[in-house]
């Protein structure tokens, strides 16, 4: 379960970030709540999360969900760039989180 926390954890970082962009853009009272709420669920999770799965590793998940995840948010709801380069390299964030996974002793 710890996993699932630490994924959803990490969406919800995701979510933070994409409501930060709408509120720059906006300033709407929805995505400052969005901004709120993401944010707080995204550290309330990550905290259940690492209840049995090792900070280092958790950390580096749930920070590589968020980076990858805005970014690909970015691409995608804004059309930011979509270079090839910029793709290897969150698939590259990708492959190190799954690899964190895969060698974790705990969780």
């Given amino acids: 379960m710890a996993w699932v926390f630490l994924v959803l954890a990490g969406l919800m970082e995701v979510s933070g970030v994409i409501m930060i962009n709408e509120w720059q853009k906006r300033r709407a ?7 709120a709420v993401g944010g707080a669920l995204s550290i309330g999770l990550l905290t259940l999360a690492l209840r049995d799965i090792s900070m280092g590793t958790g950390y580096a998940i749930w920070t590589g969900i968020g980076a990858a995840g805005g970014t690909i948010a970015g691409m995608l709801l804004y059309n930011e760039s979509r270079d090839w380069k910029r793709i290897l390299f969150i698939s590259m ?11 974790t002793g705990r969780g």
Avoid at 29 to 35: E, K, L, N, Q, S
Avoid at 96 to 102: I, M, P, R, Y
């Fill in 93 to 103: 964030i990708i492959i190190g989180a799954v690899g964190l996974k895969l060698t």
């Fill in 29 to 35: 009272w929805w995505a400052a709540t969005g901004m």
